[in-house]
């Protein structure tokens, strides 16, 4: 049975000129191929616009639509522009950003995988970095553990490249945020009764490092306040004490300074 066409992805980029065409191309080359790809260009300045319509030109394994916004959304509010444009037939909806890129069989390894697990709503992958040693690679049968609420708020070790969702999950990540909207995305999921999987698979490579200086990670005050703004929602939400809430807070201050010791 051919899985091509369950799947739409969406590519948030601003300000990604160099790299836009590389994860794209990064789409076209897996084994099983998308329905669509959704390329939301959040308000970008430099030539993005001119790499988009270059690319729309081409004949892609898949069709090819774009959406241009007039002011910056963020990473968040880009993705849920996209989000709203998915097809509705799709089965799944997966996401890429601009300057990462996917191995060829991620698409084939985890939707094959999701279609043997209709108990999970989502899962995610390992993840590699461009340019470093390779690592882990799938085997035929790929190990997974759960996903849990605690893991996530120890480390949100789930990188938004790697998430693949059934597209009857309702939640969608909050517009408004700047910093770890991604992590709160997958802690509303989990909180909804929507299970998720972490796969023991390299199955996709970042552009960086995510510490790395000029990424939206890699400013430390501003990441710190993000997590303690996930904590805070949660407890404001009545889905954290808050007594546990104080205790993450000062788990989450703990590992601040150890990331500044380190940087």
Not at 10 to 15: D, E, L, M, Y
Request: charged share 25%.
């Amino acid at each position: 049975m051919s899985h091509d066409g369950l799947v739409s992805v969406i590519v948030p980029c601003h300000h990604a000129a160099a790299t836009i065409s590389r994860a794209v191309e990064s789409i076209a080359g897996q084994t099983l191929a998308p329905a669509e790809v959704i390329i939301v260009d959040d308000a970008s300045t430099d030539a993005t616009a001119d790499a988009i319509e270059a690319m729309c030109s081409r004949k892609w394994p898949f069709t090819l639509r774009t959406a241009r916004l007039a002011e910056n959304l963020g990473p968040g509010g880009a993705r849920n522009v996209g989000w709203a444009k998915v097809d509705a037939d799709a089965r799944y909806v997966a996401f890429l950003d601009a300057d990462d890129v996917w191995l060829p069989r991620k698409l084939e390894q985890q939707i094959l995988w999701m279609q043997d697990h209709d108990d999970v709503a989502w899962s995610a992958h390992r993840v590699g970095v461009l340019g470093e040693a390779a690592a882990r690679k799938p085997s035929r049968d790929i190990a997974a553990i759960p996903i849990t609420r605690a893991g996530l708020l120890m480390r949100n070790a789930v990188a938004t490249p790697t998430v693949v969702v059934r597209a009857t999950v309702p939640e969608r990540f909050r517009a408004e945020w700047r910093r770890c909207e991604d992590l709160m995305l997958w802690l509303d999921w989990l909180d909804g009764g929507h299970r998720g999987m972490m796969l023991d698979a390299t199955l996709a490579l970042l552009g960086r490092k995510p510490t790395t200086p000029g990424g939206a990670t890699g400013d430390l005050p501003k990441m710190y306040a993000g997590e303690c703004r996930v904590i805070d929602t949660l407890m404001s939400e009545r889905r954290l004490s808050p007594l546990a809430a104080m205790v993450w807070r000062g788990y989450t201050w703990a590992r601040y300074q150890r990331r500044r010791a380190s940087a």
